[in-house]
């Protein structure tokens, strides 16, 4: 059976997650630091990773790399840190999830399950889609014009992918903010602004001009302009 491997060096914590996640039903194994995870995970078949950040011998966010390198099993970070800074890095080095403690049982499944549901579907789509010059690789969150490999950040790929999968559609800036960073984002609709106008920049002259703004509403994603 595929199990949930739990990352955490303080031992009550460990236990207190297994007890959750195994009320849910699923199987689980335990590591206390980043480098018995690897271990663990070259042995058994992992289908998600609870992972701690702040732990002695390799901290959570070297073993998201580590793991990355060579797989692409789900990460949820399970984390004290609550700096924006903090998310956002374990979210831009392959984290697929970033959970605060003190959390409850609930929202802890809520996450996972919704993870799993998301590769689920991931692994079932096209391996790419295309509209006009711009391919998308959803899975690899690859990204190529004229078939040249665009470089995005995390939130200009969200932004992107947003638009591109309900094109001719309008989005104002505020639903982008709730889709793209989340209902709770406290910044202003000018970070809207901002990463649109990057990401034209990036997908350059002969792309950019498909993310449209529609004046007085926000923006939409057409190839016919």
């Keep these: 059976m595929n199990s949930i491997l739990i990352v955490d060096d303080e031992e009550d914590m460990r236990h207190l997650i ?5 009320n849910a039903g699923y199987s689980t194994l335990q590591a206390e630091n980043g480098k018995e995870a690897l271990q663990l995970i070259e042995q058994f078949s992992i289908k998600l990773v609870l992972l701690d950040i702040m732990m ?11 793991l990355r390198e060579k797989s692409d099993i789900p990460v949820i970070f399970l984390s004290a840190k ?16 970033y959970l605060l403690k003190p959390f409850s049982p609930g929202e802890l499944i809520a996450r996972i399950e919704a993870v799993l549901r998301r590769v689920s579907k991931d692994n079932h789509i096209s391996e790419s889609y295309t509209k006009g010059k711009i391919k998308i690789e959803p899975a690899s969150r690859k990204v190529l014009v004229n078939n040249q490999t665009v470089s995005l950040t995390f939130k200009e790929f969200e932004l992107l992918w947003l638009l591109f999968n309900n094109e001719e559609r309008g989005f104002t800036r505020d639903q982008l903010l709730e889709h793209v960073w989340g209902y709770d984002y406290k910044g202003s609709t000018r970070t809207v602004d901002t990463h649109i ?29």
């Excluded at 609550?82 to 999830?97: H, M, N, Q, R, S």
């Excluded at 106008?197 to 016919?224: C, D, H, N, P």
């Design 56 to 66: 002695p011998v390799m901290d959570g966010f070297q073993t998201c790399e580590k």
């Design 82 to 97: 609550g700096e924006e800074w903090d998310k956002v890095k374990g979210l831009k080095i392959g984290g697929d999830d």
């Design 197 to 225: 106008k990057t990401l034209r920049m990036k997908l350059g002259t002969s792309a950019g001009e498909y993310v449209q703004t529609i004046w007085g509403l926000g923006y939409k994603f057409g190839v016919k302009v």
């Design 18 to 22: 297994d007890l959750y996640v195994s």
